[in-house]
C-alpha cells in the first residue's frame, strides 16, 4: 500500500506564495501528480512530476524527490481564485502495467486578501 | 468537444437500495476509472476498465461493481447500500494507449450520493 500525507490546510495572503508539502511512500512509483479541487466541484490537473526536479507551469510550480518520496506545489503570486483543496496523488505501477492513482487526502488553501 | 459527463447530478437512496451511476468518457480516451470521495477526504480509487473489462480494483467489497460498454462509456454499481456509501462518485477517463506522455485523467463533475 501507500500512505501519502499532506497537511490540512494553510492561510496566506493575496499575493503570496505558498508551498504545500507531500510526501509518500510506495514501491512502485511511477509519477506523482497535483490537482485542484474547488468546493462541490472535480478534480483539475494541475502538474505532473516523473523524474526529480522543479516543473514550472506559470504561477504554478512542482518539485519531485524521488529518493526522499517527496514533492512539493508552490503557488506564486496568490489570488483569490487559488481558494481550493490541492490534491497530492501518486501513480502505483506495482499492480500491473496499468498504474492507479493514490490521492492523498488535500490541503485546503485559504488566500485571504 | 465534450469533457467529460456523469448523470445523474444527485441521487438520494435508502439504505438496502441499489444505484447505477453512468460516466461518458472524454472524446478519444478509452479507459474509465471510478474513485469514491467523501466529504474532507481525497477520491479514493474503486476500479479501471479498460477494453470493457475491469483491469485494477480498489479495496472495496463485491457491492461495488461496473461495466464498460463498446463506446467506452462506463456505468458503477452498488448493491445493499449502506449510510457509509454517501459521497461523491467521480469518474475519470484516460486514455491507455496512444503515448501520452503522462495519461493525465480528466474528472468528470461527479455524482453525489446521499444514503438515507
Known amino acids: 500500500g501507500q500512505n501519502i500525507d499532506q497537511p490540512t490546510e494553510m492561510t496566506a495572503t493575496e499575493g503570496a506564495i505558498v508551498q504545500i508539502n507531500c510526501t509518500y511512500q510506495t514501491s512502485g512509483f511511477n509519477g506523482l501528480f497535483w490537482y485542484q479541487q474547488h468546493a462541490g466541484e472535480a478534480p483539475t490537473f494541475l502538474s505532473y512530476n516523473v523524474l526529480d526536479g522543479l516543473e514550472e507551469k506559470g504561477r504554478f510550480s512542482s518539485f519531485l524527490s524521488r529518493s526522499k518520496g517527496y514533492s512539493y506545489l508552490l503557488l506564486k503570486e496568490l489570488q483569490m481564485k487559488d481558494s481550493a483543496s490541492y490534491l497530492c496523488?501518486?501513480?502505483?505501477?506495482?499492480?500491473?502495467?496499468?498504474?492507479?492513482?493514490?490521492f492523498g487526502a488535500g490541503t485546503q488553501v485559504v488566500v485571504t486578501p | 468537444d465534450a469533457g467529460v459527463t456523469q448523470s445523474p447530478t444527485h441521487l438520494i437512496k435508502t439504505r438496502g437500495q441499489q444505484v447505477t451511476l453512468r460516466c461518458s468518457p472524454k472524446s478519444g480516451h478509452d479507459t474509465v476509472s471510478w474513485y469514491q470521495q467523501a466529504l474532507g477526504q481525497g477520491p479514493q480509487f474503486i476500479f479501471q476498465?479498460?477494453?470493457?473489462?475491469?483491469?485494477q480494483r480498489g479495496n472495496f467489497p463485491d457491492r461495488f461493481s461496473g461495466h464498460q460498454y463498446p463506446n467506452y462509456s462506463s456505468e458503477l454499481n452498488v448493491n445493499a447500500l449502506l449510510l457509509g456509501d454517501s459521497a461523491l462518485y467521480l469518474c475519470?477517463?484516460?486514455?491507455?494507449?496512444?503515448?501520452?506522455?503522462?495519461?493525465?485523467?480528466?474528472f468528470g463533475p461527479g455524482t453525489r450520493l446521499t444514503v438515507l
Open positions: 476498465y479498460y477494453e470493457e473489462e475491469e483491469r
Open positions: 475519470a477517463s484516460s486514455l491507455r494507449s496512444g503515448g501520452a506522455r503522462y495519461n493525465e485523467q480528466f
Open positions: 496523488a501518486v501513480r502505483d505501477m506495482t499492480t500491473d502495467s496499468w498504474g492507479k492513482l493514490q
